[in-house]
T-cell receptor, first 112, second 112 residues
Framework: GQQVMQIPQYQHVQEGEDFTTYCNSSTTLSNIQWYKQRPGGHPVFLIQLVKSGEVKKQKRLTFQFGEAKKNSSLHITATQTTDVGTYFC????????????FGTGTRLTIIP | DSGVTQTPKHLITATGQRVTLRCSPRSGDLSVYWYQQSLDQGLQFLIQ???????AKGNILERFSAQQFPDLHSELNLSSLELGDSALYFC???????????FGSGTRLTVV
């Protein structure tokens, strides 16, 4: 079945440093979504990427979808304490597959 | 408040028992999804409904079942509970299958 892996599993950064998490799927995806889950909270939808090579920005967050539509990345510039949480990518496979498979997640900790 | 309502928020029950988790989707959303999140684990897809019909199934145990009612609320039934079933159970909803999910706050199930 479809598998979605993320690296790193954990990341500790000084406040103000940049952070990147990488997402890799075992199969080609029709789209990729990103979610953030704060400690003790529920996942919150951040963004969806659909096109090959697509890049989207939300303030300090930059999302990329790979050319082969099998990988994606999330980059945060100048992290802040409010960025703490676990970031999940999630992908929907090809035609006929409606299941959204979540990645393993990257837990971000900020050192003030 | 995300608009997706899950009840109860917490549930403590004994092994062998049966419980029902309830979810009311966001107004206008026809799709409902159930996910399981064990301690420090990712989100495991259980099952998806669209407008009352089952659309996709994940690695849902035979002891678990779900349904979506005409008013679009959904219930997840867990029976013959085991210690390993202790987890956070999230419900999510969306207007279409190819866009971001809105998650509820989850039901934390503890089996003792």
């Amino acid at each position: 079945g479809q598998q979605v892996m993320q690296i790193p599993q954990y990341q500790h950064v000084q406040e103000g440093e940049d952070f990147t998490t990488y997402c890799n799927s075992s199969t080609t995806l029709s789209n990729i979504q990103w979610y953030k889950q704060r400690p003790g909270g529920h996942p919150v939808f951040l963004i969806q990427l659909v096109k090959s090579g697509e890049v989207k920005k939300q303030k300090r967050l930059t999302f990329q979808f790979g050319e082969a539509k099998k990988n994606s990345s999330l980059h945060i510039t100048a992290t802040q304490t409010t960025d703490v949480g676990t970031y999940f990518c999630a992908g929907i496979g090809g035609f006929g597959n409606e299941k959204l498979t979540f990645g393993t997640g990257t837990r971000l900790t900020i050192i003030p | 408040d995300s608009g997706v309502t899950q009840t109860p928020k917490h549930l403590i029950t004994a092994t062998g028992q049966r419980v029902t988790l309830r979810c009311s989707p966001r107004s206008g959303d026809l799709s409902v999804y159930w996910y399981q999140q064990s301690l420090d684990q990712g989100l495991q897809f259980l099952i998806q409904y669209y407008n009352g019909e089952e659309r996709a199934k994940g690695n849902i145990l035979e002891r678990f079942s779900a349904q979506q009612f005409p008013d679009l609320h959904s219930e997840l039934n867990l029976s013959s509970l085991e210690l390993g079933d202790s987890a956070l159970y999230f419900c999510a909803s969306s207007r279409t299958v190819n866009y971001g999910y809105t998650f509820g706050s989850g039901t934390r199930l503890t089996v003792v």
